[in-house]
C-alpha cells in the first residue's frame, strides 16, 4: 500500500522553532543514538516498520529542503515520490493533486501529528468494512484518538458499529452530550481513490472540513477506528516539546 504523507503547509505556528525550513523538517533529537533527525524521517521510519515502503510526499512551501535530504528514499529501503504544489492546495487539495501517483486503496497522513498505533490492524479494519458492504460507497477510515480536552478539534460521532454518523467543528465540541465527544481526527486515514471524485483539482480544499463531510451528505461512508496510542502534533512548540519528551521516554 502506498502513503501520501501532507508536508507542503507554511507551519506558521512554530515559526518560533522552526522559520527557515518546512515544519516536518523540524529537527529533533534521536536519543538512541545522540544525533538529531527531522520529525519527518521519524514518520518514514513508522511506515517502514508496517512495512509501507512507497511513499508519496506532498510538498509546498521549501520543498527543496525536503528534496535533497530524503532524495528517492533508498537510504531508507523506500521509494519516495515528489507531488510539487505550486501554490498551496490545502490537504484535500494536495491529495487531489498527487492522484496521477495512486494505483489503489491508500494511507494519507498529515505531516504535522504523529499517532503510534497499528497500521495493519487500522488497514484490516478499513477492508473488513469496505468487504462487508461493497455497494455502500465506503469511501475511507479515519483513525481516531481520545484527548482530555477536544475544544482545540473537531470531532468525529460514530454509531455502534463505528461509522461516522458526522462530524462536529471546535465550536460545538463544549455541547457535544455524546460519551464519544472526545473522538478526535487523529491525522491518519485509509482512502479509496474513488473519494477524489469529490475535490475539484486545483483548487484549495480541506479534507476535514469539506471532503468528508461531502462523503456523508452524497449517501456515502466513513469509518472511525479508534485507537489507543501516544498521539501528537507538533505544529506548536508546545507539541514539538512533548514530541521530544516522548522519544526520551521511549529510548532513555
Not at 479494519?125 to 481516531?144: C, Q, V
Not at 507538533?234 to 519528551?245: C, E, L, S
Request: proline fraction near 4%; charge should be negative; include cysteine.
Amino acid at each position: 500500500m502506498q502513503a501520501l504523507i501532507l508536508a507542503g503547509g507554511l507551519g506558521t505556528r512554530l515559526r518560533a522553532i522552526v522559520n527557515d525550513r518546512p515544519k516536518p523538517m523540524a529537527s529533533i533529537e534521536d536519543s538512541s543514538t545522540g544525533s538529531a533527525k527531522p520529525f519527518l524521517e521519524y514518520q518514514l521510519e513508522f511506515l517502514k516498520s508496517h512495512s509501507i515502503t512507497h511513499v508519496v510526499l506532498c510538498v509546498g512551501h521549501l520543498h527543496q529542503h525536503i528534496q535533497e535530504y530524503f532524495g528517492n528514499g533508498s537510504q531508507w529501503g523506500m521509494r519516495i515520490d515528489y507531488s510539487i504544489e505550486e501554490e498551496l492546495l490545502g490537504n484535500g487539495g494536495a491529495i487531489k493533486h498527487a492522484e496521477n501517483y495512486l494505483n489503489g486503496t491508500f494511507l494519507a497522513l498529515n505531516g504535522d501529528s504523529f499517532f503510534d498505533i497499528d497500521l495493519g490492524e487500522l488497514i484490516q479494519f478499513h477492508m473488513d468494512k469496505k468487504a462487508a458492504g461493497p455497494n455502500r460507497g465506503y469511501l475511507g477510515t479515519i483513525a481516531l484518538t481520545k484527548v482530555q480536552d477536544a475544544t482545540n478539534y473537531g470531532l468525529a460521532v460514530l454509531n455502534k458499529d463505528n461509522t461516522i454518523l458526522s462530524f462536529a467543528e471546535k465550536s460545538a465540541v463544549r455541547s457535544a452530550g455524546s460519551s464519544d465527544a472526545n473522538h478526535i481526527n487523529a491525522g491518519i486515514y485509509v482512502l479509496e481513490p474513488e473519494i477524489l471524485s469529490l475535490v475539484p483539482p486545483f483548487q484549495k480544499v480541506s479534507i476535514e472540513r469539506e471532503v468528508f463531510p461531502a462523503v456523508l451528505s452524497s449517501g456515502g461512508y466513513l469509518g472511525g477506528y479508534p485507537a489507543d496510542g501516544f498521539f501528537i502534533d507538533i505544529g506548536t512548540p508546545a507539541g514539538y516539546n512533548r514530541f521530544r519528551n516522548y522519544l526520551k521516554e521511549r529510548n532513555p
